[in-house]
């Protein structure tokens, strides 16, 4: 398996945290003096532009610097979070994500003018935004410079230099090894090291993880001042350190080195070894009772550590178009299982049967467990809503809530990102037509916050996404007036509610007196109708006058595999949508004489259409002397299918047709038979509705 | 024996950039995603050295580091800390938690490993 690219992880990262950081400015908004929020977004912040200068992102990381440390005033206090910080930020945000998507398109004016105008939204003690923003260059310039300083030097005469070294009492405690500091001075020339345990205390004051010791160097070197102090940049500032040249004459130009040599003469020879001589102060810094217990500690410690590892992989980042890869591979499985089978079943050998059955439900665990691998709660899907009703409300001067129900339904990823033009376009559209303005809205005696509401729920098979509003419904006179002025239905055609609704998503359509910034940008509601179509699914509109509207779109949960419900029509088969399948009723030749011409049956009191496949695909073959009816239905209507056999359940893998057959509307897909034939898949949406047509133009008919 | 390095860090480009500069170097690298789960790593396992970010959701580098020095198994044991040019107060908040040392982000994949062979002495 090859290395991902740090570059790519690093642009999902970066997706992730400015998402992140959107959805804290969000929650913000709403509760301007959280900390904690304030925390987060910093965080965010922070962490983009430490990572972005990591992987060559300049623009992103000085842009991200400023915009950091403008928020940072927030943080500290200096200014306080308003909404016009949130939407500077939000900005901001923005233009960070163009950054990450290219990054050699740098928009310096956009940026400047962003950074405008979030330094307004921090100014509150005057001045100090300015300052800031000069002050963030250099800090970036600087970062190269101390890692080149350190050779930068030419060779120089070599130079002895006297060095006095006192470390803090808790450095090695803090990790710092003396030895290795030492070894480093040795890299720089020779050296006479000397150690003063003049500092030590007595034995019974000995705390082993405390250092005592001084050490005296005297380090010949052609290298510059700059590298020994180097050796230190860790400990500088905490260490008492003098460096000092040696006169060509050999004493040291002070006589500071002496001095606390002689300070304490007590010798305390034990605490020396233990102290210094030991490689590994960690070791040795416990008390005796641990020691053995640390001595077993590789061999517990191995298990340990290999389950730890093992939590880690518990989450496993996959790039999307594997786990399609994987889900074809399981499609073709299930292919070969199906063909496995039907030779299995032909067989007499039950050895082969026992492992075809196993093989059976091997496949389809392993279906079941891509299914659940693809699937992602729509909260993904819900989430970036927040920010377009953010962004709607402004523009529109409404004042809108979202609410959102059920994230936690899961959705084939697939679904996800085809329904999120579609969704976002019906967000819009509820907001842009369906929300008054806040006057409108206290006229009519509501609240001047309009609502949408999100939501998602499982029923079956399916998943029902809706979005709902509060606003002042669908006026059905108005959609008709419409739709009779383009010509879309004629004058006086009796339509049905739904009829009268469903008119909204025909091409062309548009009920806004006056395009707006939002709505009519091209795309249609014929466009979203098209897209949950293309994904099975279909789209009931409910909506009272000045009460509010409901669009609710049911789409199925996958794409790729269903259950299938395998039919014989003639000599050809088909599969029908098991989710959309109600019952299946025999069909007597008697009943069927009886009915002909009328095709109705009577269904638990309420007639149902029926359409017989035979005629309607036209095989010229006679019917079965017993004939089946499957009832199918979309969930509201349902309409019956005649076929002359019922094969049984199959599982189908899904195969859509080429582009030559997108005018065929009775199919939705072909799938592969286990002999290899191939199956047309019934689209069962058009199928009832050419039943209820049926039905409507017998009534007519009388 | 390679040393066993833990790598703190909740970027995970970062984490997975310092992974391939330590084990490129013959380190062995396990990694933690934030303050806690660092701490729970290093008490846990263990480690000659750790290499952390400072700012981090669920405790902070800062306080993960003084947790760690509280704990008498992982006195002695080199800290590094990763930081940005910025926060130079970081700096010394997280010196005075008991780090060993640090390195300014952005870096280059050599320096921290040319840094951590020189904080593990020879």
Redesign the interface.
């Known amino acids: 398996m090859t290395m991902p690219d740090p570059v790519e992880v690093f642009r999902t990262e970066a997706a992730e945290l400015l998402e992140q950081i959107e959805q804290g400015l969000l929650d913000l908004e709403h509760q301007l003096d959280d900390a904690s929020l304030i925390d987060a977004v910093f965080r965010g912040l922070h962490t983009l532009k430490g990572s972005g200068a990591m992987f060559g992102f300049d623009a992103l990381a000085s842009f991200t610097h400023h915009c950091e440390t403008a928020f940072d005033r927030v943080r500290k206090g200096m200014a306080p979070a308003t909404p016009e910080l949130v939407h500077a930020v939000l900005a901001a945000r923005d233009h960070m994500r163009s950054l990450v998507e290219q990054p050699d398109q740098e928009d310096d004016e956009t940026g400047q003018r962003l950074l405008t105008q979030l330094q307004q939204a921090v100014a509150d003690g005057g001045g100090a935004p300015e300052e800031t923003a000069e002050s963030a260059p250099e800090a970036n310039s600087g970062a190269p410079a101390e890692a080149e300083t350190v050779s930068a030097a030419p060779a120089a005469e070599p130079v002895t230099w006297r060095i006095r070294m006192t470390l803090p009492e808790n450095a090695m405690a803090n990790g710092t090894n003396p030895l290795a500091l030492l070894d480093e001075l040795r890299d720089l020339g020779d050296c006479e090291i000397s150690v003063d345990t003049g500092n030590v205390p007595p034995l019974y004051r000995i705390e082993p993880s405390e250092l005592h010791l001084s050490w005296n160097v005297r380090l010949t070197t052609d290298k510059p001042r700059d590298d020994i102090e180097d050796v230190f940049i860790f400990v500088m500032d905490d260490m008492e350190l003098s460096i000092e040249q040696e006169e060509p004459g050999g004493a040291p130009a002070q006589a500071t080195p002496a001095e606390p040599q002689s300070a304490d003469p007590e010798p305390i020879a034990a605490a020396e070894p233990a102290a210094v001589a030991e490689p590994a102060p960690q070791a040795s810094a416990q008390s005796p009772a641990q020691a053995p217990a640390e001595a077993s500690a590789p061999a517990v410690n191995a298990p340990v550590q290999e389950t730890r590892q093992k939590r880690a992989a518990e989450n496993v980042r996959v790039p999307a178009e594997r786990l399609d890869e994987l889900m074809d591979r399981v499609g073709e499985l299930v292919i070969a299982k199906s063909r496995l089978s039907q030779i299995a079943g032909n067989s007499i050998d039950v050895q082969l049967r026992s492992v075809s059955e196993d093989v059976e439900r091997l496949a389809s665990e392993l279906r079941d467990t891509m299914m659940v691998l693809r699937m992602v709660p729509v909260a993904t899907l819900f989430g970036r809503f927040r920010r377009l009703i953010h962004d709607l409300g402004r523009e529109t001067s409404k004042q809108i809530e979202l609410v959102t129900e059920g994230e936690a339904t899961e959705v084939d990823k697939t679904v996800i990102e085809r329904l999120a033009d579609p969704l976002v376009h019906l967000v819009r559209n509820s907001v842009d037509h369906g929300l008054e303005l806040p006057g409108d809205r206290a006229a009519a005696g509501k609240g001047e916050a309009g609502r949408v509401t999100l939501s998602a729920r499982q029923s079956g098979g399916e998943v029902i996404i809706s979005i709902k509003d509060d606003g002042r419904g669908i006026d059905r006179d108005r959609v008709r007036a419409k739709a009779e002025a383009s010509g879309l239905v004629s004058p006086g055609q009796q339509l049905t509610d739904q009829e009268v609704m469903q008119l909204i998503f025909a091409p062309g359509f548009s009920t806004a007196n006056a395009i707006t910034n939002l709505s009519g940008r091209g795309v249609g509601m014929d466009v979203v109708k098209k897209t949950v179509e293309a994904l099975r699914g279909t789209i009931d509109i409910e909506s009272t006058l000045g009460k509010g509207s409901e669009i609710s779109l049911r789409i199925p949960l996958t794409l790729a595999i269903i259950d299938g419900l395998l039919v014989r029509v003639g000599s050809g088969r088909y599969v029908i949508p098991l989710s959309a399948v109600e019952e299946c009723l025999e069909l007597s030749s008697e009943d069927d004489v009886r009915s002909e011409g009328r095709s109705f049956i009577s269904l638990r009191n309420s007639l149902v259409p029926f359409l017989r496949l035979r005629e309607l695909l036209s095989t010229g073959t006679e019917p079965d002397p017993y004939q089946k009816i499957v009832v199918v239905s979309t969930g509201v209507e349902r309409v019956g299918l005649v076929v002359d056999q019922i094969i049984g359940d199959h599982q189908t893998v899904i195969k859509s047709m080429s582009k030559l057959h997108n005018d065929v509307a009775t199919f939705s897909g072909a799938t592969i038979l286990g002999d290899g034939s191939v199956a047309l898949i019934l689209d069962v949406g058009h199928l009832v509705a050419a039943g209820q047509q049926q039905e409507a133009q017998l009534r007519k008919a009388g | 024996m390679s040393a066993n390095i833990l790598t703190v860090d ?5 984490r ?2 310092t992974r ?1 500069a330590l084990t490129g170097a013959g380190y062995s690298v ?2 933690a995603v934030d303050g806690k789960d660092g701490l729970e ?1 290093a008490k ?3 480690f000659d ?1 750790i290499v952390t ?1 400072l ?3 669920n405790m902070n580098g800062i306080q993960m580091i003084e947790e760690l ?1 509280r704990t ?8 590094l800390f ?1 930081t ?3 926060d130079s107060d970081m700096k ?1 908040r997280a ?1 005075a938690a ?5 390195l ?5 994949p050599d ?1 921290l490993v040319k840094l951590v062979k ?5």
């Open positions: 909740d970027s995970s480009s970062v997975m950039t391939m396990t990694e790593k846990s396992g263990r050295m970010d700012n981090m959701p020095r008498p198994s992982q006195l002695g044991v080199p800290i990763l940005t040019e910025s010394s010196k008991g780090a060993t040392g640090w300014t982000k952005p870096f280059e320096q020189r904080v593990l002495g020879k």
